[in-house]
């Protein structure tokens, strides 16, 4: 008799823990994001000699693409070196990369301040900029956040994400890389998907 009810009760407490797991997966479920929606990679902006470009401009090329501004006081920076070590450890497979800088401080960043910023980095990455509803279409078209914030005193610093996008010479998003990745790195990610 004992027996039988024993497991009859393992048999019930296994019913209800196997109800409580399915109820939690379910509410696990509801809670996950959904799939993010993919990168489109499109922009129409303005080259630092006042041409409008978009994103087919540059097809046949493999675009790295870095979202920033020139009073970032480290990140933006950095950032753009380790873009020219890259393209130096690259050889002549980077003529097959064109770097691109896009300003997401369009209220400062303007041609001239662009211009004289890139110079201190590597010749080959180009800045492009825009007004603000140009530069927010094309960051919503990559998914990058930035906000700007109060420092006081009229000044203020932007905070953003820090990525680099890969887009084939199709057009097409091929890869995401993190901001904090060295040069060499950045370059051997770049041989992967480079041919």
Known sequence: ????????????????????????????????????????????????????????DYRGKWLLI???????????????????????????????VQPIFITIDPARDKTSVMKAYLKS????????????????????????YYQPRSLGNGQYTVDHSGFLYLIDPHGKFASLLTASLPGHEIAQELRKQVK
């Open 66 to 96: 870095y979202f920033g501004y020139t009073y970032c006081p480290d990140v933006c920076p950095t950032v753009l070196n380790e873009i020219g070590t890259a393209l130096n450890e690259l050889g002549p497979a980077a003529g097959k």
């Open 1 to 56: 008799m004992r027996p039988v009810r024993l497991h009859k009760s393992l048999s019930f407490a296994l019913g209800v823990a196997a109800i409580a797991f399915a109820v939690a997966l379910q509410s696990r479920a509801e809670q996950l994001p959904s799939i993010p929606p993919s990168v489109a990679g499109h922009f129409s902006l303005e080259d630092l000699n006042g041409r409008t470009v978009t994103d087919t």
């Open 121 to 144: 980095f590597d010749p080959r990455i180009i800045g492009l900029r825009g007004d603000g509803e140009e530069i927010e279409a094309a960051a919503k078209s990559f998914h990058v």
